[in-house]
């Protein structure tokens, strides 16, 4: 008995979502299935993805230009929040979930479907993100999943399809699973599954090896207007423009590597591989651009929320109450967010060298230890003793 009439696929034009189609139709009783591949900027050539959907047995096949959204509505809003997961992983991929799950919906609804379907397995974060995602966009949408249930290894997943007609030119395919869009790649799987084997060149696209970068550092300036990066080296940039520049830039120099042991969702720890050149520069740059405009206790109380974003996107909670109320919060803080940051890009490395804003809360005057200093020394032996009164209060009274 089929679960759906019709179903809208996230597909990728992968072994596991191509299947997917016969698989819907055969097994589950689908009797039409669209496909969605969403662009986000991963540099892939999309007609022939959709192409071969149609092949495949969809009666449509539709590809959705996202990368200005994915830019502008999910990565610059982490980039205010200075998202980290575990204080590492930029959530490159963890924020395009969110948004596909959002385009699935819509189609769901312009084509009168009653479910949506993704090859997500049972083991990933990837298919938390997507289920939760569409049950708080639309709750009355079914969701499919059957890479998550048919219990088929890779080979006998291309039997499976080459038993319904479906062709795959190349069946050595590579170790890893790598995910790919504009803001970054994660890879894992094969070789790095063994936390101790060191990746080898052959897993980075966006990043050269430090032997291979320049042997003079190179400075780049970054403006930022209210928290969104919107200029660099001075010239204002577009935001699918920035990252595009950013990446090209920071890869050069070897910028933007992630090798990390990670808590997924699901209870497991994964080695994962992350390459993000420009988010994670962006990310250093705005946090720097911070600690200049804003005050010490909404710098500090901040970092408590951003963490909790960090955990809520990762676990895939964008559309949450608490994630909505989280967003008021940090773009309240942004307000005065607003100045240049200079970094310095030098094998690997990515430092802060210089900041400045017409916003900004340091005095010169204040901080200087010249002759210049008009800062009230005097002040400072009251300021020390009623600052210090609990402790000296509490002392007396631990010693009688």
């Avoid at 298919?127 to 639309?138: E, G, K, S, T």
């Avoid at 080979?155 to 790598?178: D, H, N, Q, R």
């Amino acid at each position: 008995m089929g679960r759906a009439e019709k179903v809208v696929l996230a597909y990728s034009g992968g072994v596991d979502t191509t299947v997917c189609i016969p698989y819907l139709m055969n097994e589950w009783g689908v009797k039409d299935v669209i496909t969605l591949a969403a662009d986000l900027g991963q540099g892939d050539e999309l007609e022939p993805i959709r192409q071969k959907a149609l092949k495949a047995g969809v009666k449509e096949s539709l590809v959705a230009d996202l990368t200005e959204e994915f830019i502008k509505d999910y990565a610059f809003p982490a980039i205010q929040a200075n998202a980290l997961y575990e204080n590492r992983y930029p959530l490159s991929t963890a924020l395009a979930r969110p948004l596909i799950a959002k385009a699935l919906v819509e189609a769901a609804d312009r084509y009168g479907a009653d479910a949506v379907a993704h090859g997500c397995t049972g083991k990933g974060n990837d298919q938390v993100r997507f289920d939760v995602a569409i049950a708080a966009l639309n709750p009355n949408l079914k969701v499919l999943a059957p890479a998550r249930e048919w219990g088929m290894g890779r080979e006998e997943t291309i039997a499976y399809g080459e038993k319904t007609g479906l062709e795959f030119p190349v069946k050595k395919s590579s170790p890893y699973s790598i995910d790919r869009n504009l803001l970054g790649r994660s890879i894992e799987a094969g070789p790095l599954e063994d936390p101790m084997t060191e990746p080898l060149e052959e897993v980075f696209l966006m990043t050269e090896a430090i032997e291979n970068t320049p042997d003079a550092p190179e400075y780049v300036e970054i403006g930022f207007t209210q928290g969104l990066p919107t200029h660099l080296n001075g010239q204002a940039v577009g935001p699918v423009e920035l990252i595009t520049q950013l990446n090209a830039i920071a890869g050069r120099h070897g910028v933007g590597r992630i090798d990390m042991i990670e808590n997924r969702l699901v209870g497991i720890k994964s080695r994962e591989i992350y390459e993000a050149p420009a988010l994670l520069v962006l990310i250093d740059a705005h946090r720097d651009l911070e600690s200049l405009t804003l005050t010490a206790d909404v710098t500090q109380y901040k970092r408590g929320i951003e963490e909790t974003y960090s955990r809520l996107v990762y676990n895939g909670l964008w559309y949450s109450p608490l994630k909505l109320a989280l967003d008021a919060f940090i773009q309240q803080t942004q307000e005065r967010v607003t100045g240049i940051v200079r970094v310095k890009l030098f094998k690997g490395n990515c430092r802060v060298v210089g900041r400045q804003s017409d916003l900004a809360l340091y005095s010169e005057a204040l901080a200087t230890y010249s002759s210049d200093d008009q800062f009230d020394h005097r002040a400072a032996e009251g300021f020390i003793y009623v600052w210090g009164l609990p402790t000296r209060v509490w002392s007396e009274k631990l010693r009688g």
